[in-house]
């Protein structure tokens, strides 16, 4: 298996390849730990497998002590085994997603140069993708869009290897397996999501192809299906384990209500709700700083479709999830985060066909020829601007962004009331207060659902304390200890 994930990359002896993947891995690493849990994604993740370290229930992720089954818990998995091994520590749960981002980059990197393409080519690939911008920010986030980025590269980028290799004698059985693993990841990371995901990009190009060759080819949909019905073995396994903790009720929270409910919109709750245009509005943020290379190369590459299928089969990747994540209800800019390797590629051949323009012009033109010369002077520093602006954003303004954004400072006023001996509670906790508290306190705090039942809890003992979050103060009886903001959302500590 390694040696199909290596693909024989013999230039990894070259210098300029070392370069490249220390200069990702720096990227990806650097101050990884330096700030604290932010945002609601982070804090909600952490907390759930907080949960999982707790209480040793590798089955069913839970929050607050609840069932939280919104995805397959692969995420989850990866968060608790490193706080079993480095600690509660932020840096211990963003090291999943570091570490699928940069796999994802080996493995963009290795698959292409097995295809064919110029060492050159592979590696500024590599670049454009390890700093566009969607990448980097959610490669050092605690979350599943890295694993899910890295599951649906591993699967589409071994089946366009399969289709390259169609006119060998042998079968290409490593890639097909490498393919199982990509869908093995994905599914454990997003669910249906998951299999959508690649599916669609694979159901796409098989029909453009099968339309342009004017037949049907069915070994060419059978070995998809095939071994995407193996990959689907660890989801099937999970489920039935599952099952058995949770009845039926918990396998139609997972394949239902939050997979096709999320999708159509029947499943309220789910939240992230926006407007069918609203992927078209962020296209000029979608894949910065590269957007412009992307978008001028899908337009120049469309002749090339019916011609060349390497063109053909990246231009659908990017096309075909773009209008699936268009077509669900529930968008977030994170979700297109799969779509960057396909990105960085297209804008990677388009420089490349610009490249070999301006060779070939060089001949004739002084002015074009002085600039070739110096061609890599200047990419070296624009990769060095850029590069330097992730490390300032990761040293500096991420640190910063706690004095808004952290619930470092609320964990703490927790610690010091229950050093006081004093009791404190969670009234009607958000999800990103609920993996906050239990993350940084390692503990499970005691919840209160209901008014009544605080008015309750806060009479019988003096010493209790309970956190709400509410968007004026909270009036009498109840008399304010504290109050926190965390974004812009007050946290109110009250008692009786």
């Not at 943020?285 to 899908?298: E, H, S, T």
Request: hydrophobic content about 50%; overall charge positive.
């Amino acid at each position: 298996m390694f040696s199909v994930i290596s693909g024989r990359v013999t230039h990894m002896k070259d210098r300029s390849v070392y370069a490249v993947f220390l200069l990702c891995g720096l990227l990806l690493f650097f101050a990884l730990g330096n700030h604290q849990l932010q945002d609601s994604t982070e804090p909600r993740v952490a907390g759930i497998a907080m949960e999982m370290h707790l209480s040793g229930n590798w089955v069913t992720p839970t929050l607050n002590g609840e069932p939280f089954l919104e995805k397959p818990p692969l995420s989850v998995w990866l968060d608790a085994s490193a706080i079993r091994w480095f600690g509660a520590t932020p840096l211990a749960v963003r090291l999943a997603s570091a570490g699928a981002g940069l796999l994802t980059l080996f493995l963009l990197y290795s698959m292409l140069c097995r295809m064919g393409r110029p060492r050159y080519v592979a590696l500024g690939a590599t670049l454009l993708l390890v700093t566009t911008a969607t990448f980097w920010s959610n490669a050092r986030q605690v979350g599943e869009d890295a694993l899910l980025t890295l599951g649906v590269s591993m699967a589409l980028l071994a089946f366009l290897n399969t289709c390259v290799q169609r006119d060998r004698a042998t079968f290409p059985l490593g890639d097909w397996l490498l393919f199982s693993l990509g869908i093995v990841i994905a599914t454990l990371s997003k669910g249906v999501l998951g299999l959508a995901m690649p599916g669609v990009v694979i159901f796409a190009y098989l029909s453009i192809e099968s339309g342009q060759q004017g037949r049907l080819v069915l070994r060419h949909w059978f070995y998809p299906l095939l071994f995407t019905l193996l990959a689907l073995v660890p989801l099937a396994v999970w489920l039935w384990l599952l099952y058995g903790q949770g009845g039926i009720e918990s396998l139609k929270a997972v394949l239902w209500t939050n997979s096709v409910g999320r999708f159509d919109g029947s499943f309220s709750d789910a939240g992230h709700y926006e407007p069918f245009y609203y992927y078209l509005s962020k296209l000029p943020q979608a894949f910065l700083p590269w957007n412009l290379l992307v978008y001028l190369g899908l337009w120049h590459f469309r002749k090339q479709w019916r011609a060349n299928r390497y063109v053909l089969f990246f231009s659908v990747w990017l096309i075909a999830q773009f209008l699936l994540l268009t077509l669900a209800s529930s968008k977030r800019m994170v979700y297109l985060m799969s779509l960057t390797p396909a990105a960085a590629v297209i804008a990677m051949e388009y420089l490349a066909m610009w490249h070999e323009r301006l060779r070939q012009r060089a001949d004739t033109s002084i002015t074009v020829r002085r600039w070739f010369q110096h061609r890599r002077g200047w990419v070296t520093s624009m990769v060095a601007v850029v590069c330097v602006a992730y490390l300032s954003d990761a040293y500096w303004l991420a640190p910063r962004a706690d004095l808004k954004l952290s619930f470092l400072p609320l964990a703490e006023r927790v610690h010091t009331l229950q050093a006081q001996g004093r009791h404190v509670v969670l009234f009607q906790p958000s999800e990103r207060l609920a993996g906050a508290s239990v993350f940084y306190s390692e503990s499970l705090l005691d919840t209160v659902l209901d008014e009544h039942t605080l008015q309750g809890v806060l009479t019988r003992d003096a010493r209790t304390v309970a956190i709400m979050e509410k968007t004026e103060e909270p009036r009498q009886p109840l008399k304010i200890v504290d109050r926190i903001t965390v974004g812009d959302r007050v946290y109110y500590f009250v008692s009786r």
